[in-house]
């Protein structure tokens, strides 16, 4: 392992994938992402991904090419047609326009269909709170968990993001899967051959297990137990019915390169706190935040991710050999 400064850690990756076919600005996208999730210690995310995206990439499950396209079906709604590229770039898009619209609208949906993994969701509507809006991100996944009672999955984990602003500090952000744990995680402890603890997820047949290898072929349990597969449903409505894209019973893996496009979706919402009638949301705000941190033993969610990101930009991240003799 070499240890790299967040940039040249981005410059490397932004190499491997334009050699690998992509395009300057669909690679610099996709190692940004990559980069940030490594950074803030959510790896099943960050660089254990680059073998399983270069590897689609090389077999054209992914077009590193494509340029996403948006448009306006109506004034309140910013489409954004991934093309089956990398998620990453149609984000972009979304996040560029959507500051202004929101402004202007108060409110925005932008759909985002024919589409792939979006990594660290988190990170997304981050970007959006850090420009004022409330903002909350769906997507749905292939499928990794079955309804409650049945054993087959048909919902992915489907990760929902929120972020909201804070004056004078980071965004409030709030990233969760709806299994017990994310995916990313029992792909890394794979990598690794590692055991993941009992409670995670189910074999084939619907037993408890801690090989990730038949987990990953399983399926997760949900966060939960019931209440998360309706959470699963609500996502899968939210980010395909909704958008035209896949359900996760349909979409093929993000995890190697067979099969044709996945053809997920993610559902991107933002709100204009000031369109809502008056200027009270810093100070609401400021009061909630304050009930929470009066409490000893409480913390903000993400604070654990900031203070790792902060790590990250002062000390650099460490990347396989192998990424950077490629």
């Known amino acids: 392992m070499t240890r790299l400064s967040l940039e040249n850690a981005e410059t490397r990756l932004t190499e491997i994938f334009a050699t690998a ?7 610099a996208s996709v190692a940004w992402a990559l980069v940030m999730a490594e950074a803030d210690g959510l790896k099943g995310h960050g660089l254990s991904r680059v073998p399983t995206y270069l590897a689609m990439l090389k077999s054209g ?25 990398f998620a990453y770039p149609a984000i972009d898009l979304a996040i560029a326009e959507i500051p202004d619209l929101a402004r202007e ?3 925005v949906a932008a759909p985002i269909r024919r589409s792939n993994h979006c ?25 990794a968990i079955a309804p409650w009672g049945g054993s087959k999955p048909v919902f992915g984990t489907n990760p929902i993001a929120f972020a909201a602003p804070l004056a ?14 994310a995916r990313g995680p029992i792909v890394a402890a794979k990598q690794k051959g590692l055991a993941i603890p ?15 290898e038949a987990a990953l072929a399983g399926t997760m349990v949900p966060l939960g137990d019931a209440k998360g597969a309706t959470l699963a449903m609500m996502v899968e409505i939210l980010a395909a ?36 009638g008056g200027h009270w949301f810093d100070e609401r705000m400021r009061a909630l935040v304050h ?13 654990r991710r900031l203070t790792l990101r902060a790590k990250a930009r002062a000390e650099g991240i460490e990347m396989p050999e192998e990424l950077l003799s490629s």
Request: glycine share 14%.
């Open 21 to 27: 076919g992509a395009s300057p600005a669909n690679a």
């Open 61 to 85: 499950k992914v077009d590193g090419q494509v340029v996403p396209k948006a448009s306006r079906p109506k004034p309140g709604v910013l489409a954004i047609d991934a093309g089956h590229g």
């Open 105 to 107: 609208q108060g409110i």
């Open 119 to 143: 990594g660290a969701a988190g990170l997304h509507v981050e970007r959006l709170a850090e420009q004022g809006l409330v903002a909350m991100l769906f997507a749905n996944t292939p499928g």
């Open 168 to 181: 004078g500090r980071e965004p409030v952000v709030i990233d969760m899967a709806l299994s017990k744990v």
């Open 198 to 212: 009992e409670g995670w997820a189910l074999d084939v047949h619907g037993k408890p297990t801690t090989d990730a």
């Open 241 to 276: 019915a909704l958008v035209g894209a896949h359900f996760g019973f349909q979409a093929s893996s993000f995890l190697d390169a067979a099969g044709g496009p996945p053809d997920t979706g993610q559902l991107i919402l933002a709100i204009d706190p000031h369109a809502m």
């Open 291 to 303: 009930a929470i941190e009066a409490q000893e033993g409480t913390r903000l969610p993400g604070v």
